[in-house]
């Protein structure tokens, strides 16, 4: 894997944006594109926004007018991607966080900010890369894995398991 160029832009005032959250959305780019063994330079771009912006663009670009966590928008079909000019690098698409979200989620799920915004970054990046759940089958679990797996590579571990125990 070559260079990896994480572009982020956050258009909201309503989340303060903790030291080292940029830095891990990188590290989740990374090793989303390392697990995958992603061959190449490549761009992404990561806008953090409110739940009213993430709402308008929701509404624009899918045509569901309601709040949503993260929204996915692949440039690349088909592992073919448009290539930047000037660096060659293939532009795999851009990723919108609504950072609302992400603090009501952490809080409903009993984790801390930092793994949401890892999750979601390691969710939306898979999308980009042509892995979808929409179907709620086989695609969905191999989705679900390898987001677990870079939040383990990461240092951020689910704090909840799938397996009940026998009291459970």
Do not use: W
Request: proline share 2%; hydrophobic share 35%.
């Amino acid at each position: 894997m070559d260079k990896i160029k994480v572009i982020i832009t956050n258009k909201q005032k309503d989340v303060k944006i903790p030291t080292g959250l940029r830095m891990l959305i990188r590290r989740c780019c990374n090793a989303v594109l390392k697990m995958e063994n992603f061959e190449g330079s490549v761009e992404v771009s990561v806008t953090l926004v409110n739940n009213k912006q993430i709402r308008e663009i929701n509404s624009i670009y899918r045509n569901i007018d309601k709040v949503t966590d993260v929204l996915s928008f692949p440039m690349g079909e088909n592992g073919k991607y448009d290539t930047d000019p000037a660096n060659g690098a293939k532009i795999l698409g851009d990723i919108v966080i609504s950072m609302e979200m992400a603090i009501e989620q952490a809080d409903r799920f009993g984790h801390s900010l930092q793994r949401e915004v890892g999750y979601l970054t390691a969710h939306s990046m898979l999308h980009l890369l042509g892995y979808d759940h929409e179907d709620n089958g086989i695609q969905r679990i191999r989705m679900r894995e390898k987001e677990e797996k870079v939040m383990t590579l990461l240092g951020l571990p689910s704090s909840s398991s799938y397996v009940m125990d026998d009291e459970g």
